[in-house]
């Protein structure tokens, strides 16, 4: 499998994660607006296994855009593939760009 590739099926994978984690959260919802969850870090660094806190409100911001990926701080893969669009202390959000950013697209299809 080509690295790219298996990038793009890492993301997928960790975004889905990612997804059943807030079903799980907004089900058992605890009514404070400011409780941080812990998510997966969706980034393409292999070895990574980095968990970053959010607010469930913070979260669906990082999903209202299907380019955009969830990452710990400073887990930039490549400047030619990806800008870090927030930088948060506790987070970042990266947004892929040319060829990647179509694959982001078709990712986020289903998020809606």
């Known amino acids: 499998m080509r690295t ?3 990038v793009g099926k890492n993301e997928a994978l960790f975004r889905e994660v990612n ?3 807030r ?5 058992f919802d605890s009514g404070s607006p400011a409780e941080l969850t812990d998510f997966v870090c969706e980034c393409s660094l292999e070895d990574c296994h980095d968990y970053v806190q959010l607010t469930l409100g913070e979260y669906r911001d990082v ?6 990926f969830l990452v710990a701080p400073g887990h930039l893969w490549t400047p030619d593939a990806e800008d870090a669009v927030t930088r948060r202390e506790r987070y970042w959000i990266v947004e892929k760009k040319g060829a990647r950013a ?6 986020g299809a289903d998020d809606a």
């Open 4 to 6: 790219a590739e298996r």
């Open 19 to 21: 997804e059943r984690i």
């Open 23 to 27: 079903e799980l959260n907004e089900v």
């Open 63 to 68: 999903r209202a855009h299907s380019m955009r």
């Open 102 to 107: 179509d694959g982001a697209a078709e990712l």
